[in-house]
């Protein structure tokens, strides 16, 4: 398990020095920086001067080194708009969108794992299919529609949670609520459908075969097959979360990375996007990682590859 | 020689055979499959008996209903299956109007079952040492550690070399012959009165299907048991068997100690059976096997009279009818019109 876990994480870094070259060779190749810096009416001078002072004549290769050796460093440059250091801006915002995902990946399970087992035990039947109801009706919906909906109701109409900002625990249920509802479906898809082959399995026979509680055959036998996939998922899920919460981020104003992205973009502020797409990167790297892990520890036929 | 046709409710005892105490009784079970053109008669008479501490092999081609029938005996049947039985019971406890609860009760404890696929019958996520000791703990019989010393000493019995070794090891890490011995470990945890065994060797290695047969014929002798074996290895059967119940296309067509069906089939499809399998000095090298000419019938939607008949070389005017259960000496019974000895009786024209 050791040695598996060292492989994986060997691994891990390559990817993440592998993605964030990449991400940094597309954000130069997305068009010149520099002119975008100097305005529409910038004379080829003043381009000329950004290009210098910003280091944007040099080759992209040497940009990158340099920069990735800083990142090292943990210097992320400093950005074009806030008088503050790329990566203090990242870490003030980092915990919202930590706390917002986390949140949202939590309530995503409480919803997918039991829709996703009690449809597969009641397969074909009315249960199984408002569960799969329920599951088109959350991919359905906008996120900021029923981020407004939730705004509206429990907000504005009923008066029981904060609408916005990220104050208290508070501030953070409807947001979550927005972002797991969004993700529960997937992963209720994918529970129910590992659920429904597991369950027809051999061993499953096995196990009812030796008098065991139903509750002991699903949970012990069933379920710990069934979730290999649904565990990847989420990582993905998780990092579609922390990376693209933009739009929940906006409807609740919730200061986080999502929304500090947004406002980086439309300003081209591009060290601040350079950290934060680095950021994500490493988010990714981490949760696959980290799925991997679990996977190897949940499947011992993984633990040897 | 000739044998009385005797009547219906006698002959129920016929087919079961006369015991005194069973562990486990059938009457008349049938097990009904819903299918797309259809209802699939898949067992569709079958009545049988296991003594206590006796071996009763069920034998019978592919399809013949054998496995089914266990797994109706379990209650174990695919979903949507419907069992039906004049009397089906474990130990006189009726297992039809049993609760769920208490068949968990008996289930994996006082009758456990081994199944067909040993490569796919253990959970690949969890160790050898946990499904072993679950249901010893589950049913109550003793703690952690007195289910790992049950655990090991059962092993080394399977004959599982360095034992203790194997608790910590995963499914995947043993071959299918290990399974299946890890399996026949796992159903004698908790000690049972009796063993299902669903043709236990039919995915392993030829060379191992005879040992891993002898091993079970072994245990069942030294723990007492009862054991229902399901298999189409006659050569087997003829070696462990107490009685034997020949099945064909859902229905026992003979049923008798092991000794009468081999020297004295009454059915004509048993004595093709025998007659498949090879002995050396009868059978000369390079000469063909006996085989059963057809093919089994196609049970969706019911059949009437005998569901030999196409296949039989001895068929007749009455096969077609209802067809009676004979009696001869020593509970050996059989299904068909025939009262003499296949031996002694000529062949009608094949129908094709």
């Known amino acids: 398990m050791l040695r598996f876990a060292l492989r994986r994480l ?47 004549n040099r080759p992209v290769i040497v940009q990158y080194g340099e920069w990735l050796w800083n990142a090292v460093r943990g210097d992320l440059g400093r950005s074009l708009f806030y008088p ?50 329920i599951a088109v009706m959350g991919q359905a919906m906008p996120n900021f529609w029923f981020g407004l909906l939730m705004i509206f109701l429990f907000g504005l109409a009923l008066g029981w949670l904060p609408v916005s900002g990220s104050e208290t625990i508070w501030h953070f249920i409807m947001p979550a609520v927005t972002l797991g509802w969004f993700s529960a479906p997937v992963l209720m898809r994918l529970t ?43 990582s993905v899920q998780f990092g579609n979360m922390l990376s693209g919460s933009v739009v929940t981020e906006t409807v609740f104003a919730l200061q986080g990375i999502g929304y500090l992205a947004w406002e980086a973009i439309s300003r081209r502020d591009f060290p601040v996007v350079q950290g934060i797409l680095l950021l994500v990167a490493l988010f990714y790297v981490v949760l696959t990682l980290i799925a991997d892990l679990l996977n190897a520890w949940l499947d011992p036929r993984i633990r040897r590859g | 020689m000739s044998a009385p046709v005797v009547n219906a409710a006698a002959a129920d005892d016929v087919m079961a055979g006369h015991v005194a105490e069973p562990v486990l009784e059938v009457q008349h079970l049938a097990v009904q499959i819903p299918v797309a053109d259809g209802v699939l008669h898949a067992v569709r008479d079958v009545s049988l008996s296991v003594p206590r501490g006796e071996t009763l092999c069920v034998v019978g081609e592919s399809g013949c209903g054998k496995s089914l029938t266990s797994l109706a005996v379990m209650g174990l049947l695919p979903g949507g299956a419907r069992r039906t039985a004049d009397r089906m019971t474990f130990l006189g406890e009726d297992l039809l109007s049993m609760s769920p609860g208490r068949l968990r009760e008996l289930r994996g404890n006082r009758m456990a079952m081994i199944f067909q696929e040993p490569m796919t019958s253990l959970n690949p996520s969890w160790t050898i040492g946990d499904q072993l000791t679950e249901p010893f703990i589950r049913h109550g019989k003793g703690g952690k550690a007195q289910a790992t010393e049950r655990a090991v000493f059962l092993l080394e019995r399977v004959g599982i070399a360095a034992a203790g070794r194997r608790l910590v090891q995963y499914p995947h890490e043993l071959s299918g012959g290990l399974r299946q011995r890890v399996m026949i ?55 462990v068997a107490h009685r034997v119940a020949v099945m064909y296309a859902g229905e026992v ?24 399998i090879p002995i050396p000095g009868r059978n000369k090298p390079g000469t063909p096997l006996g085989t059963i000419p057809g093919l089994v019938p196609n049970l969706v939607g019911g059949i009437t009279g005998c569901a030999f008949r196409d296949r039989c070389a001895y068929a007749r005017a009455g096969c077609d009818g209802a067809i009676p259960v004979q009696a001869g000496a020593h509970d050996h019974g059989w299904r068909c019109v025939l009262s003499e000895s296949v031996a002694d009786s000529t062949p009608t024209e094949v129908r094709a």
């Open chain 2, 253 to 276: 067509v003979e049923s008798g100690p092991t000794t009468a069906v081999f020297d004295d089939p009454r059915h004509p499809y048993t004595r093709g059976l025998i007659d498949c």
């Open chain 1, 192 to 234: 129910r459908g590992g659920m429904v082959e597991v369950m027809t399995s051999d061993y499953i026979r096995t196990a009812h075969a030796k008098g065991l509680p139903v509750r002991v055959v699903v949970l012990k036998h069933a379920l710990r097959n069934a979730i290999i996939p649904v565990v990847a998922l989420c």
């Open chain 2, 185 to 239: 470990a796992m159903a004698l945890m908790c000690g049972p009165e009796l063993i299902l065994a669903d043709e236990p060797t039919t995915a392993l290695d030829v060379t191992i299907q005879a040992e891993i047969l002898h091993l079970l014929a072994e245990l069942q002798r030294e723990f007492g048991m009862g054991l229902l074996l399901v298999t189409h290895d006659l050569g087997i059967v003829a070696r």
């Open chain 1, 10 to 56: 060997l691994l891990a870094l390559v990817v993440g020095i592998a993605v964030s070259a990449i991400a940094f060779m597309l954000l130069r190749i997305s068009g010149d920086l520099a002119i975008a810096l100097a305005g529409e009416d910038a004379s080829p001078a003043d381009v000329e001067r950004i290009r210098e002072q910003y280091g944007l």
């Open chain 1, 84 to 133: 503050e250091s790329v990566a203090n801006l990242i870490m003030t915002r980092l915990p919202v969108t930590l706390t917002l995902s986390a949140m949202g990946l939590v309530i995503a399970l409480l919803i997918a794992l039991p829709l996703g087992i009690i449809a597969a035990l009641k397969r074909n039947t009315w249960i199984d299919r408002a569960a799969l109801g």
